[in-house]
């Protein structure tokens, strides 16, 4: 089955303690991209991978850091969480090698909550 | 930097009415989508209208694009009361393929 996978799907840790969240897609999309989504703020971008080794920053990429190793894996870092980084994260993928042209599909979302 | 707003924010209706949802956007784009959401679960594309595209159909959904006027439609007939979730319009604008720009949606009730 075609899909984008996340985890963890919920996690609640402290300011300061690094995590990582993953993303795995299996349609061997060259695009990826990471989301936040807050209430009246609806998704914004924050990182986005045009290709293995090719990423660059979206809208609000401060506090966070990504990797492109392997076409089907991008994982999130946030290396000293803080609160104002509680938010719903979406990871998502394209098949367009010519970047979000085409049709996006989302993970099913990691709900972070920073204490 | 947002780019689709979508209106209403709300909308309540019962089963069998149509619904109709309205986006407008900021700057000129290559093309414009529409995404369902349910409830915390990810977001599912629904349809893709290109910038040379007046109208497209998809079962039970109608999107219209009028670029002069810089906006979109979703309309849904019939609606279900599984159709309850929120729907996000979503641009790639003229040079800049990069990422699809999404507004802040709109929540659709549907009562049975």
């Known amino acids: 089955e075609a899909q984008v996978t996340q985890n963890p799907r919920y996690l609640i840790t402290v300011t300061g303690k690094k995590l990582t969240v993953t993303c795995s897609q299996n349609?061997?999309?060259?695009?990826m991209s990471w989301y936040r989504q807050d209430p009246g703020l609806g998704l914004r971008q924050i990182y986005y991978?045009?290709?293995?080794?090719?990423?660059d920053k979206g809208d609000v990429p401060e506090g966070y850091k990504v990797s492109r190793k392997e076409k089907r894996n991008f994982p999130l870092i946030l290396e000293s969480p803080s609160p104002n980084q509680t938010s719903l994260y979406f990871c998502?993928?394209?098949?367009?090698?010519?970047?979000?042209?085409?049709?996006?599909?989302f993970g099913e979302g990691s709900r972070l909550t920073v204490l | 930097s947002q780019q689709g707003e979508e209106d209403p924010q709300a909308l309540s209706i019962q089963e069998g009415e149509n619904a109709t949802m309205n986006c407008s956007y900021k700057?000129?784009?290559?093309?414009l989508q529409w995404y369902r959401q349910n409830s915390g679960r990810g977001l599912v594309h629904l349809i893709l209208?290109?910038?040379?595209?007046r109208e497209k159909h998809s079962g039970r959904l109608r999107v219209t694009l009028d670029t002069s006027k810089k906006s979109s439609s979703l309309l849904i007939t019939a609606s279900r009361a599984a159709d309850t979730a929120s729907y996000f319009c979503?641009?790639?604008?003229?040079?800049?393929?990069?990422?699809?720009?999404f507004g802040t949606g709109t929540r659709l009730q549907v009562f049975p």
């Open positions: 998502a993928s394209s098949f367009s090698s010519e970047g979000a042209a085409g049709e996006l599909f």
């Open positions: 349609m061997n999309h060259e695009y």
């Open positions: 991978s045009m290709n293995v080794e090719v990423t």
């Open positions: 700057t000129s784009i290559n093309n």
């Open positions: 209208i290109r910038s040379n595209e």
């Open positions: 979503a641009t790639e604008g003229v040079g800049n393929t990069d990422k699809l720009i």
